[in-house]
C-alpha cells in the first residue's frame, strides 16, 4: 500500500513537472533553439555542424517533454513513457552536469525564461527528478490508465496535436506568453536599474549606437518610438522589409520617431535600406539583446516613455495600432 502510494505521488510530480517544464518552453521555442545552438557551439560541445538544426532538435524536445508528462499523468503506455523519461532525463542530467562543472552554460534553459536556476542548483534538480523515475521503473507495474479503453490513446494524441498547433502558431506569430524583460507593460528603463541585492538587472546590455553616440537614454524618455528590429541581416526573412518600410511610413506620418536595429554591418544595411526604400536609420546593439528583445527577425516593438506597448512579428505589423 505504501509503494503504491509513493509510486503515484512520483508519478505526479514527474508528470507535473515534465508538463510545467515543456509548456514554459512550448510557448517559446525560438528561445530553446538559441540554447540549443549555445551547447552545440565550439566553445561548448563542439558539435557545430548540428547548429542549423537546433530548431528541430529543440522542437522535438519540447514536444517530447510535455506529451510524456501527459502521458504519465494518464498511463497511458505506461513502461514505453517511463523508460523514455528515464532517457530525456539522463541527457538532461548530463548536460545540466557539464554546465555546471566547466562553467559552460550558465542558463541550461530548462524553464525557458519563466524560472531561473543556477548551474549546480539544475543539475541537483535533475539528480532529485531521476530519483523518482528510478521509483517509478522499479514499480511501472502500479501505474494504470486512469481511463478506460482508448480514451487515454485519444488524449495522448489530441494532446500531441493542439501541441505542434501551438508550436506552428508560436514560431509564425510571437511567444504566447512572454516570461523576458522587454515583455509588452515592462519598462525598459526600469530594467536596467540595480537593485539592494546587488544582482545584475535584467536589462543590461541595451544600447541603441550610432557612429558616435548611445541613443538609448534619449529615446527611452521619448513618447511614441517604433522600432524595427533585424538581429542579425544575413538570416532575417527578406520578406518582411516591405512591410517594414510600409508600417514605418506611417509611423512617421503619425510622428513617432522610428529608428532600425540590429548587429549587422553598417555597409550591408545600407543596401537594404536603399533596396527598400526604409525611411529610417539603423543603430546598432548586441545580437543577443536583439533575440531576447523580439523572437523575430524582422520585428517591430512599440517603447512609449521606455515601456513596451507593443511587439509584432513582421508578419503581423497590419496590426499594430498607431
Keep these: 500500500m505504501i509503494l503504491k502510494l509513493i509510486t503515484q505521488i512520483s508519478r505526479i510530480i514527474v508528470g507535473a513537472l515534465f508538463i510545467f517544464?515543456?509548456?514554459?518552453?512550448?510557448?517559446?521555442p525560438i528561445g530553446s533553439q538559441y540554447k540549443f545552438q549555445e551547447y552545440f557551439s565550439e566553445s561548448v560541445l563542439n558539435m557545430e555542424f548540428l547548429?542549423?538544426?537546433a530548431l528541430p532538435f529543440a522542437v522535438l524536445l519540447i514536444v517530447s517533454e510535455i506529451l510524456l508528462g501527459v502521458m504519465i499523468l494518464i498511463g497511458y503506455k505506461p513502461k514505453f513513457t517511463v523508460w523514455s523519461l528515464f532517457a530525456?532525463?539522463?541527457?538532461?542530467?548530463f548536460l545540466t552536469w557539464y554546465s555546471a562543472y566547466y562553467n559552460k552554460v550558465t542558463d541550461c534553459g530548462c524553464?525557458?525564461?519563466a524560472v531561473k536556476l543556477s548551474t549546480w542548483g539544475t543539475f541537483y534538480k535533475n539528480v532529485i527528478l531521476i530519483g523518482f523515475i528510478i521509483i517509478l521503473l522499479i514499480k511501472v507495474d502500479f501505474i494504470k490508465p486512469i481511463f478506460k479503453g482508448n480514451i487515454p490513446k485519444l488524449i495522448t494524441f489530441l494532446s500531441l496535436a493542439v501541441f505542434l498547433f501551438i508550436v506552428q502558431h508560436v514560431l509564425t506569430h510571437l511567444p504566447l506568453i512572454d516570461f523576458r524583460a522587454y515583455a509588452i507593460g515592462k519598462n525598459i528603463s526600469e530594467g536596467m536599474k540595480y537593485k539592494d541585492d546587488g544582482e545584475i538587472p535584467p536589462v543590461?546590455?541595451?544600447m541603441l549606437e550610432d557612429t558616435q553616440n548611445d541613443l538609448a537614454p534619449e529615446l527611452l524618455a521619448k513618447e511614441k518610438v517604433?522600432?524595427?528590429i533585424v538581429y542579425n541581416l544575413d538570416k532575417s526573412d527578406e520578406n518582411g522589409f516591405p512591410k517594414m518600410a510600409e508600417i514605418a511610413n506611417k509611423a512617421v506620418e503619425k510622428g513617432y520617431t522610428v529608428y532600425g536595429v540590429s548587429a549587422s554591418f553598417t555597409d550591408d544595411l545600407i543596401l537594404?535600406?536603399?533596396k527598400y526604400n526604409l525611411p529610417f536609420e539603423f543603430l546598432f546593439c548586441d545580437e543577443t539583446t536583439l533575440k531576447t528583445i523580439i523572437r523575430a527577425n524582422p520585428g517591430v516593438i512599440i517603447l512609449d516613455k521606455g515601456t513596451v506597448t507593443q511587439k509584432k512579428n513582421w508578419v503581423d505589423v497590419d496590426d499594430l495600432e498607431l
Aim: hydrophobic letters at 55%.
Design 272 to 274: 537594404v535600406q536603399n
Design 111 to 113: 524553464f525557458g525564461d
Design 21 to 28: 517544464s515543456g509548456f514554459v518552453k512550448l510557448v517559446d
Design 51 to 53: 547548429i542549423p538544426y
Design 226 to 228: 517604433m522600432l524595427i
Design 88 to 93: 530525456l532525463t539522463l541527457i538532461f542530467l
Design 204 to 206: 543590461h546590455d541595451f
